[in-house]
């Protein structure tokens, strides 16, 4: 049988059929081959006979091969509205991941038509935050036979995108070339639910914030994070004072409404970033995460009790509810897990309560006494900073051989009201690590250039050297706000303010610092290294900041009559500093004897009491115009 392949019939050619039937009647009738005209009409007629009966039976055939057929066809088309009309969308991917077919419903998910979708690169519709997700899943695509499935959004033309669950199914096609069966689904709804349901078990449904279980996942993450940006973070558990009278008192709603009301003011009292929780009836936990140092944390402690302590109207009922709160900090000096740290804190909430509630209580009452005197202590300096308690002495820096005056350092001094004259050893080291510093360093830098000027007015040109810390160096701004400062003093030129900044200090970034020096030589401020020597890595410092002078530590200078090790290292740094082309010069220079071997050994600018103690702003006219060296000093030969 042969199937006309131009025709859905399927038929068997008049030719053929004769043939056959020749070759039946041959067969048949068993006896040799004649002529037709030879035979007898009998004969004739019985062949005739069977050939129509082979026609009949040939015909009903055919006739069962076209119902074949014709279902045949109906299947195709059942087959291809199935395939178009599918729930799902399916696509072949070529193994680059162009669409090679898609149906109807996968045009229809994508938003374009089944034409324009085909030769199209998948990734096209994948959602841009999802392009590393499907770039991972692709590479698997062909790893095995196995079925994979993944969740995605896809996007959709001139709509939102949308969820869809994909199921990919590795295969060949008929010439053995690798493709991929994928078949997707819109999930969006199931999400949509999902979410939901997360937000039912993470949140409270009373006052919608995250409960304790969402609550223990944001410590983790806290934790983490506080680690990445070494910054500390704060645990703190807040216990409502006496809220079970409210709720016997009055009703429940009304305790209801108290609690929605005081979670939104203490929420007022956050930053973004900062947890709020819900852990119990009126219990609440705060994370409180990047602090700059964990005092930052205390004026928002006291806020949040400010907070929960303000009055609440509810039904023309003026409420007013106090809290207990229990803090403690991460990182600790051991490790510590999410419950440790939870607990810490509602121990010290307890102890907070013990202590006569409304208050607030630091775990570790060591830590918690240290806590709260820094802070108190940082809070006196703010104040005498507002009260201009502070000022500034200047010190002389001379050239011994010579006489003249080189400059003064500004050296800080807190006039107290009730200890006096405070050195700044007594107050600057507690306040070295808060951002309170750079302020007082800025008042510093302000400070000397309006006496500047003052002397200016009176006819004393003078350098001034400021001290800077590390801290107020490195941070971000310097440069600018250094600049900021200056202009408001235009009459100054920069070239006559130094800055001094400590060699022991943590100059953690080299580079950075590097950098900063370099930007404000620029503008013609100079740096010296003070107390050099008392490092580890002066020769480090020396290479790589552009500094223009070092101060040799007054502890080489105390003791060079007594130590031969101190004048070993002294004429070490005095040809380190000749090698490098820097100043040098010496501080704490005591006596004359100091200032003798110190010109013997190639020194000859200095600062100490021998040539001046530190004076107030208004002593500095009459002693520099008063000043003449020292006569052992004067015109004394370098190199003798
Ligand atoms: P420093 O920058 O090395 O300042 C020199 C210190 O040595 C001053 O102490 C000064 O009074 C003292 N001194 C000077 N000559 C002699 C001497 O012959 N013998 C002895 N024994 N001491 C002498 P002061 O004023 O107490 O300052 C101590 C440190 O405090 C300074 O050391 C500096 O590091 C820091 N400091 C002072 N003012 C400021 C400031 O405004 N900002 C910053 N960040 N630090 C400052
Ligand atoms: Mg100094
Ligand atoms: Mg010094």
Not at 376 to 387: D, G, L, N, P
Not at 466 to 487: G, H, K, M, T, Y
Not at 611 to 629: D, F, G, K, N, Q
Request: charged share 20%; hydrophobic share 40%.
């Amino acid at each position: 049988m042969i199937v006309d392949e131009n025709s859905n019939d399927v038929s068997i050619p008049p030719k053929n059929l004769r043939w056959q039937a020749e070759r039946t009647a041959r067969e048949n009738m068993d006896h040799p081959r004649e002529n037709l005209e030879t035979m007898l009409p009998e004969e004739i007629g019985q062949i005739f006979h069977e050939l129509r009966v082979h026609q009949i039976e040939l015909e009903m055939q055919n006739e069962e091969l076209r119902q074949t057929q014709i279902e045949l066809d109906a299947q195709r088309e059942r087959y291809f509205d199935l395939y178009d009309l599918a729930p799902v969308g399916y696509c072949t991917l070529s193994e680059e991941g162009f669409i090679l077919e898609a149906n109807l419903t996968a045009a229809i998910l994508l938003g374009i038509t089944q034409s324009k979708l085909v030769g199209r690169l998948m990734s096209g519709f994948v959602h841009k935050e999802d392009q590393n997700n499907y770039y991972l899943y692709r590479k698997n695509f062909f790893r095995s036979d196995e079925k994979s499935s993944f969740e995605l959004r896809l996007l959709r033309e001139n709509n939102p995108p949308f969820w869809a669950h994909i199921m990919t199914t590795a295969a060949k096609n008929s010439d053995n070339i690798s493709i991929v069966r994928l078949v997707m689904s819109d999930i969006t709804e199931k999400k949509i639910y999902e979410n939901e349901l997360n937000r039912i078990t993470q949140y409270d449904a009373l006052t919608n914030l995250p409960n304790r279980v969402l609550l223990s996942d944001r410590l983790s993450q806290g934790m983490a994070q506080s680690q990445r940006h070494g910054l500390p973070l704060a645990v703190v558990y807040l216990d409502l004072d006496g809220f079970k009278e409210i709720n016997d008192t009055h009703s429940h709603e009304v305790g209801d409404h108290v609690l929605i009301t005081l979670s939104d003011q203490m929420k007022q009292t956050l930053r973004e970033g900062d947890t709020l929780a819900r852990i119990g009836g009126d219990e609440f936990v705060i994370i409180l995460l990047d602090l700059k140092t964990i005092e930052d944390a205390i004026p928002m402690i006291i806020h949040l009790l400010d907070a929960t302590s303000t009055p609440i109207n509810v039904d023309h009922l003026l409420l007013q509810i106090t809290a207990s709160l229990g803090v403690t900090f991460y990182p600790q000096a051991q490790n510590i897990d999410t419950d440790l740290l939870l607990r810490q804190a509602d121990q010290a909430m307890y102890q907070a309560k013990l202590a006569g509630r409304n208050r607030y209580h630091v775990f570790d009452t060591q830590q918690d006494t240290i806590l709260r005197e820094r802070y108190e202590f940082i809070e006196t300096i703010r104040k005498a900073m507002q009260s201009s308690e502070f000022l500034l002495y200047y010190q002389p820096k001379v050239n011994m051989r010579t006489g003249a005056i080189i400059g003064v350092e500004a050296l800080i001094r807190w006039q107290h009201p009730e200890n006096g004259l405070l050195q700044p050893a007594m107050f600057l080291p507690m306040i070295e690590d808060h951002p309170l510093s750079i302020e007082l360093g800025e008042w510093v830098i302000n400070t000397a250039l309006t006496q500047m000027e003052l002397w200016q007015n009176q006819g004393l040109d003078i350098h001034v050297s400021v001290n800077v810390s590390a801290r107020q160096l490195q941070e971000n701004n310097f440069v600018n706000r250094l600049q900021e400062i200056l202009a408001i003093h235009p009459k100054i030129n920069p070239a006559h303010l130094d800055l001094e900044v400590l060699e022991t200090s943590k100059l953690e970034d080299m580079n950075r610092t590097a950098q900063i020096i370099q930007s404000c030589r620029e503008f013609n401020v100079l740096f010296s290294l003070d107390d050099f020597g008392t490092g580890y890595s002066s020769l480090t410092y020396l290479q790589r900041l552009p500094i223009a002078t070092i101060k040799i530590d007054q502890s080489f200078i105390r003791d060079m009559f007594n130590n031969t090790n101190d004048i070993a290292i002294l004429s070490g740094i005095i040809s380190l500093a000749t090698a490098f082309h820097l100043n040098i010069i010496a501080e704490g220079v005591e006596t004359i004897e100091h200032g003798e071997l110190l010109l013997k050994m190639g020194c000859e600018y200095a600062q100490g009491y021998a040539i001046a103690r530190p004076m107030p702003a208004s002593e500095l006219p009459h002693w520099s115009a008063t000043w003449h060296s020292h006569s052992e000093w004067i015109n004394q030969l370098v190199f003798e």
